[in-house]
């Protein structure tokens, strides 16, 4: 039986707890820097609490990283030199060449590297993509993501609000549409962006707009914010073809929207939103149980979720210098 061991007990070490209960793994421990709320999360899944990672690493297969961006380096360092499969929390690393070590290190041990870009695992956003691939709209030619928030004061230590440990909004919380607009339209050649942080690092709130160039010629549009009042969260999604377009407009409760050209005035309902529809995060790491222990290709790799991060870091670049920043730049 796979024996999975948390690290991190805040928010996402809560919710990959309470996901990987509804997989056929054993929960074997939670480690923590705070090991209070160590205790109280592991007791919860009637479980143990470590004070020590290396004595973690000993009684699990795989380690879950939920900790703060800056500490999953060496986290998954010490993982996947102790043999262990990893999962990841998003982005994958603060430095891109803390996120290459990361890959070499768990290839070199042959160990899997599973990062946690939960979007894909969204209804809506995985439906639209199934859609896309199937040709419905025909050639995807604009993307459109919405993804705000109010300003996240609720981490430890307020560690999201410094950029030297979150990389800050665009790399926290853009990077999910980062990801998935490169997964919808494919590889990204280069980032223009514009952000209030990037022009005046000492603002307290943030909101940007990133416009992304595809390789094959398809342009993402991509918003995001730390802005709204405390208790809002929007996002949107709009993919716009040749010959159709898929709308899941902010707010909006109501299924996901596909209007041809062929069907003008019509709209086809393909995603039922529902209270009984599961848990994004719980469909995750299903998913990757099933990757560990059955060999199901991932939906995720450890180069997406690297290219994820290098598309963040070169929005951030660009915002700072209001230049177009090419991917192959980003170091």
């Not at 000993?58 to 879950?64: E, G, N, R, S, T």
């Not at 230590?157 to 030297?164: A, I, P, T």
Request: charged share 20%; hydrophobic share 40%; proline share 4%.
């Amino acid at each position: 039986m796979l024996k999975v061991g948390i690290v991190g007990s805040g928010l996402m070490g809560k919710t990959h707890a309470a996901a990987w209960a509804h997989t056929s793994a054993t929960l074997a421990g939670v480690y923590s820097v705070d090991g209070e709320r160590a205790a109280t999360l592991a007791s919860e899944y009637q479980t143990q609490s470590f004070s020590d990672l290396d004595a973690l690493l000993k009684q699990v297969d795989v380690v879950d990283i939920c900790t703060p961006t800056h500490a999953h380096h060496s986290v998954a360092i010490r993982a996947a030199e102790a043999g262990k499969h990893v999962v990841c929390e998003k982005p994958l690393a603060r430095t891109h060449q803390q996120g290459r070590e990361m890959i070499a290190a768990c290839e070199k041990a042959g160990v899997q590297l599973l990062v946690a870009h939960v979007v894909r695992f969204f209804p809506e956003y995985a439906r639209t993509k199934a859609v896309v691939e199937r040709g419905d709209i025909g050639r995807v030619a604009v993307v459109r993501l919405t993804r705000c928030s109010a300003l996240p004061v609720w981490a430890t230590d307020n560690w999201l609000m410094d950029s030297e440990k979150s990389g800050g909004m665009m790399l926290d919380l853009m990077v999910h549409d980062f990801d998935y607009a490169r997964w919808v339209a494919g590889d990204v050649e280069s980032v223009y962006a514009r952000s209030v942080r990037g022009q005046n690092p000492g603002a307290r709130e943030d909101y940007g707009l990133v416009i992304l160039q595809h390789r094959n010629g398809t342009i993402s549009n991509v918003e995001g914010g730390w802005a709204y009042p405390q208790g809002m969260f929007r996002t949107a999604l709009e993919v716009a073809g040749d010959v159709g377009l898929i709308e899941h407009p902010a707010g909006s409760s109501a299924p996901l929207g596909i209007h041809l050209k062929e069907q003008a005035g019509s709209a086809n309902v393909v995603v039922p939103r529902s209270p009984l529809i599961e848990d994004p995060y719980t469909t995750e790491i299903k998913h990757f149980y099933d990757v560990l222990v059955h060999g199901v290709e991932p939906r995720v790799t450890a180069a997406d979720g690297l290219a994820a991060l290098e598309i963040g870091l070169a929005a951030i670049e660009s915002a700072r210098s209001g230049r177009r920043v090419r991917i192959e730049e980003v170091q």
